[in-house]
């Protein structure tokens, strides 16, 4: 069955670093989105992403954040300078009609 | 503003014990209700998709029903596999595009 791949599945950085979160979306799908889940709260909407270019974005994804679908396969979230408050799962996702998830990525920031 | 609660918060049961939850929903411009299961340390499990009020979708011991203002999970017979998070969310039209809008969640446990 297809799925939707990130890696790493754990990242950690120290604060004010750099860090590209990576994802390979369902080969035939065309809308991508990153969520993100801070340890205990509501998984949140950042952003989503169609035709090589964002659709929506949401209040968190700031001038901190980026997307990206470089080569045609992957589909990458940048954060700038991470913050200690960056710390969470990020998700990726994409859809045909349904959406699916990946396992998500664990980022601490120290 | 657009808003998802899901009740309650966490559910115990046991075993055969048939249950509930609830997902209220305030957004402007429903396009669709979703319901996902999630299991600790992972990413959110598709189960339904729901549109329009009277619609209902069943799968296994899950059933989704959803109205104008609501949506429920019912679960019949619940087994201890059964035992997760149950994640509502609510896609709505944004500035440019659709937003997809989750609730905290109702955490399921089931006991034998």
């Known amino acids: 069955e297809p799925e939707v791949t990130q890696t790493p599945s754990h990242q950690v950085t120290q604060m004010g670093q750099e860090v590209i979160l990576r994802c390979v979306p369902i080969?035939?799908?065309?809308?991508f989105y990153w969520y993100r889940q801070i340890l205990g709260q509501k998984v949140e909407f950042l952003v989503s992403f169609y035709n090589n270019e964002i659709s929506e974005k949401s209040e968190i994804f700031d001038d901190q954040f980026s997307v990206e679908r470089p080569d045609g396969s992957n589909f990458t979230l940048k954060i700038r300078s991470t913050k200690l408050e960056d710390s969470a799962m990020y998700f990726c996702?994409?859809?045909?009609?349904?959406?699916?998830f990946g396992a998500g990525t664990r980022l601490s920031v120290l | 503003e657009d808003q998802v609660t899901q009740s309650p918060e966490a559910l115990r049961l046991q075993e055969g014990e048939s249950s509930s939850l609830n997902c209220s929903y305030t957004?402007?411009?429903?396009?669709?209700l979703f319901w996902y299961r999630q299991d600790p340390g992972k990413g959110p499990e598709f189960l339904f998709t729901?549109?329009?009020a009277g619609e209902e979708k069943e799968k296994e011991r899950l059933k989704a029903t959803l109205t104008k203002k609501e949506s429920f999970l019912h679960i019949t017979a619940p087994k201890p596999e059964d035992s997760a998070t149950y994640l509502c969310?609510?896609?709505?039209?944004?500035?440019?595009?659709?937003?997809?809008?989750f609730g905290a969640g109702t955490r399921l446990f089931v006991k034998a």
């Open positions: 957004v402007s411009g429903l396009r669709g």
């Open positions: 969310a609510v896609q709505a039209i944004g500035t440019g595009g659709f937003k997809t809008i």
């Open positions: 729901l549109y329009s």
């Open positions: 996702a994409s859809r045909e009609i349904i959406q699916y």
């Open positions: 080969s035939n799908h065309l809308y």
